[in-house]
């Protein structure tokens, strides 16, 4: 297995553009979500999903989108990029279960800079 | 969700047992508590977890104080790949979202 996966490692973006960070795993795991981790802080929630067809917002949403078509997929989307989305963004999956104990997998990591 | 607190920095020699304090005295009866850990430049990864009873993995052990206020990470026998951040996180078995909710964590340096 693969695990999740991410890419682009790397993105350097200008301010007002729009592009999509990609994840996916190969784990069959319902829920997915999205983390930004800004300098010397610890991972916010920006959005996430329980399964296809379904999402739902996060600690912080604002600017960006998401989609879940397919179970192994979960696209985030920025819409107009601004500099204050410079961040290090980690995709994570589980198995979705009450309790909420199942351990969470996390991906390597996409580092943008927006300018 | 309950607040965990723990020391922002925490220095050990290697192959020497690590204990890193968590205290979570707001803590409810239905939180699970889980530790993760960060290496540079990489996502997390999943620790151990624990709710009453002292947890044992390949990778640490979780005691859990008895009032369950605070809580203890042991590696037992530190190396150079142990250094990285470890979050202490409260997670509620009856929580609607399953998103981990990071603190700063403690940033574990290991010595030669």
């Known amino acids: 297995n693969a695990g999740v996966t991410q890419t682009p490692k790397f993105q350097v973006l200008k301010t007002g553009q729009s592009m999509t960070l990609q994840c996916a795993q190969d784990m069959n795991h319902e829920y997915m979500s999205w983390y930004r981790q800004d300098p010397g802080m610890g991972l916010r929630l920006i959005h996430y999903?329980?399964?296809?067809?379904?999402?739902d917002q996060g600690e912080v949403p604002n600017g960006y989108n998401v989609s879940r078509s397919t179970t192994e997929d979960f696209p985030l989307r920025l819409l107009s990029a601004a500099p204050s989305q410079t961040s290090v963004y980690f995709c994570?999956?589980?198995?979705?279960?009450?309790?909420?104990?199942?351990?969470?997998?996390f991906g390597p990591g996409t580092r943008l800079t927006v300018l | 969700d309950a607040k965990t607190t723990q020391p922002n920095s925490m220095e050990s020699n290697e192959e020497e047992p690590v204990h890193l304090p968590c205290n979570h005295s707001?803590?409810?009866?239905?939180?699970?508590i889980h530790w993760y850990r960060q290496l540079p430049s990489q996502g997390p990864e999943y620790v151990i977890h624990g709710l009453t009873s002292n947890v044992n993995n390949r990778m640490a052990s979780l005691a859990i104080a008895e009032d369950r206020k605070s809580s203890t990470l042991i590696l037992h026998r530190a190396t150079l790949r142990d250094a990285a951040v470890y979050y202490c996180?409260?997670?509620?078995?009856?929580?609607?979202?399953?998103?981990?909710?990071f603190g700063s964590g403690t940033q574990l340096t290991v010595l030669p």
């Open positions: 707001t803590i409810s009866g239905t939180d699970y």
């Open positions: 994570a999956s589980s198995y979705w279960s009450t309790g909420g104990v199942n351990e969470q997998f």
């Open positions: 996180i409260l997670r509620d078995v009856g929580g609607s979202a399953r998103q981990l909710t």
């Open positions: 999903s329980v399964g296809a067809g379904i999402t």
